[in-house]
C-alpha cells in the first residue's frame, strides 16, 4: 500500500488522493459491502471495474463477485485466477475441499474432474469445466478468459472479464 501511495503521489493524479482516489488496506471480503455502498451512493449507473488480482485461486470468494454484479450491473470485473495450480493440486482430500470452498465447487465436481485425469485432453477439459462453473456461479452473462503464461512456472493463469452487459466486452 505505500508502495501505491508513493506512486500515486508521484503522478499526475497526486491531487486526486483522498478526494477521488481512496486507498483501502485490507481484505476485500470485510470491505466490499462498504465500497458497493460507497459506489451505489455516487453514482446512479454503477459504472464500475473491479480488478481483483488475487493470489490463486481461492482468494476472492465467487460469491462476492456474484454480489458485485447484481448490485451493480453496470459494473465489470477483472479477476485473475491460476488455472493451472488448481488443476495440479486438484484432489478430494480434505483440505483441498476446505481451500476451494470459496470458488464453490463441490465435491462431487472435483471427482468428475479427477476422472478425467487419464484423458488426453484433461486440462481442457478441466479448464472448459471451470469455465462453465465460473460463469454459472457468478451468473455472469458475458465472461471472456484471457490465457497468461508463466515463463518462470511454465503454467497458465487466467484473466477473466466478467460482467452483465453486452458493450462491456467492446
Known amino acids: 500500500i505505500a508502495y501505491l501511495k508513493n506512486e500515486i503521489n508521484n503522478s499526475d493524479q497526486a491531487h486526486q488522493l483522498n478526494e477521488k482516489i481512496h486507498l483501502i488496506n485490507g481484505d476485500f471480503s470485510q470491505h466490499y459491502e462498504q465500497i458497493l455502498s460507497d459506489i451505489s451512493s455516487r453514482s446512479r449507473a454503477g459504472r464500475t471495474i ?14 462476492i463477485c456474484r454480489k ?23 484432489s478430494n482430500n480434505a483440505s483441498f475441499l476446505k481451500a476451494v470452498a470459496p470458488i464453490e465447487l463441490t465435491e462431487s465436481q472435483i471427482i468428475k474432474f479427477l476422472e478425467t485425469k487419464g484423458i488426453r485432453q484433461h486440462r481442457y477439459l478441466v ?11 457468478t451468473r455472469a452473462p458475458f465472461f471472456t478468459p484471457f490465457f497468461i503464461r508463466s515463463a518462470q512456472a511454465g503454467r497458465d493463469l487466467w484473466l477473466i472479464h466478467l460482467s452483465k452487459h453486452p458493450t462491456a466486452r467492446n
Not at 50 to 63: R, S
Request: glycine share 2%.
Open 68 to 90: 458485485i454484479l447484481d448490485h451493480l450491473p453496470r459494473s465489470e470485473i477483472i479477476l485473475t485466477f491460476a488455472i493451472d495450480w488448481l488443476i495440479d493440486y486438484m
Open 127 to 137: 479448464q472448459r469445466l471451470m469455465i462453465q462453473h465460473i460463469q454459472t456461479v
Open 50 to 63: 473491479f480488478l481483483l488480482d488475487q493470489y490463486g485461486y481461492k482468494d476472492v470468494p465467487l460469491t
